[in-house]
């Protein structure tokens, strides 16, 4: 420890004395130190002790904010302590600029330290962004954020709706929606997938007037017009989607009378399905029993054909009874013919 001793002569004659000393507080935190004086005229040195505080380290923090009024995000790295210095660094990617500035404020015995970055998202989306702070021992301590990747996958309609062509078609998909004729504050619901923690959604008519909404709903007036096509978009920063919705008006009288048509229709074709099952059914048991009665003749016939003893037995006299007898013999063979 290197210190420095100064004498002074004051006017009375008397000689103030001063010593000093330079030292790291760092390295002799929680130690005592003593002053002690020596004279002559005094019966024993005179001391006097102070105590070195443990001073805590520095707190290191980063955030990410982002801004209402700007189109820039920014990274803020917080060091406060008792003994803070300004060595704060950001470590920046090769393909940021560097656009920081460092702010200092007392706290009573406190002093932070802030070093601000500020970014468009799209240039750091995804990456991590780190902050450096050096001690006067030359340690440095690190502290690392993510910068979250966001998207918007689309905007979808919850209402009832049909796409108009495929959706593997090169053109955007258009979805038809079908309202009612002279009701009033009708509402299209709209869903936004993707991750975003929020986003602005507004919807326009193919002429690019504004559509009034409510939420995540678009408003649709009174005084609605056939087949317009509307589009609604939403955004958030750099990430976009959007959805086209061709709102046709029904009127009550058409669709009534629509409906009814559908429903003779549908009750004509089940009667004429009907219709045909029946003839169908009909033919088919005629053509069965036509079968059956057809092997019920053959077998009539069959059995009805002369196999009696007294048809098939030739005349014979008396005396060649027995050899006739003997040579002979009968046997009766049903055969029953089908057609299966």
């Not at 209402?68 to 003994?83: F, T």
């Not at 045909?276 to 009665?293: A, G, H, M, Q």
Request: with cysteine; net charge neutral; glycine share 2%.
């Amino acid at each position: 420890m290197s210190h420095v001793t100064e004498a002074e002569v004051q006017a009375d004659g008397l000689i103030s004395a001063r010593s000093s000393v330079h030292f790291m507080s760092s390295l002799y935190a929680g130690q005592n130190m003593t002053c002690i004086v020596k004279h002559p005229s005094l019966e024993a040195p005179e001391t006097r002790t102070i105590h070195i505080p443990v001073h805590k380290a520095p707190l290191l923090s980063v955030s990410l904010v982002r801004q209402r009024d700007s189109p820039l995000w920014l990274a803020v790295c917080r060091c406060r302590g008792v003994r803070v210095g300004k060595n704060l660094a950001w470590v920046l990617p090769e393909n940021a600029k560097s656009q920081t500035s460092l702010h200092s404020e007392y706290e009573g015995r406190m002093l932070e330290a802030r070093l601000t970055y500020q970014f468009p998202l799209a240039l750091h989306e995804g990456q991590d962004l780190t902050c450096v702070y050096q001690f006067e021992n030359g340690i440095t301590e690190k502290k690392t954020f993510h910068v979250p990747r966001y998207y918007i996958a689309s905007v979808r309609v919850l209402n009832h709706t049909t796409p108009l062509q495929s959706r593997y078609s090169p053109q955007p998909v258009v979805y038809r929606l079908s309202v009612h004729e002279n009701h009033q504050n009708q509402k299209i619901l709209l869903h936004v997938e993707g991750n975003v923690p929020e986003y602005e959604l507004s919807c326009k008519r193919s002429d690019g007037s504004l559509v009034p909404m409510e939420g995540a709903a678009m408003i649709l007036q009174s005084e609605l017009t056939d087949k317009v096509v509307y589009t609604c978009c939403a955004s958030f920063y750099h990430h976009t989607a959007a959805v086209s919705i061709q709102v046709e008006v029904i009127n009550e009288d058409e669709q009534f009378v629509l409906v009814t048509m559908i429903c003779i229709s549908s009750a004509s074709a089940i009667l004429l399905i009907l219709a045909i099952t029946l003839c169908v059914f009909c033919k088919t048991n005629s053509r069965t029993d036509y079968k059956k009665r057809e092997s019920v003749s053959a077998l009539t016939a069959l059995m009805q054909e002369p196999t009696s003893l007294q048809l098939k037995k030739p005349t014979v006299t008396e005396k060649d009874s027995k050899e006739y007898a003997q040579l002979v013999s009968y046997s009766i063979v049903i055969d029953v013919k089908s057609t299966v």
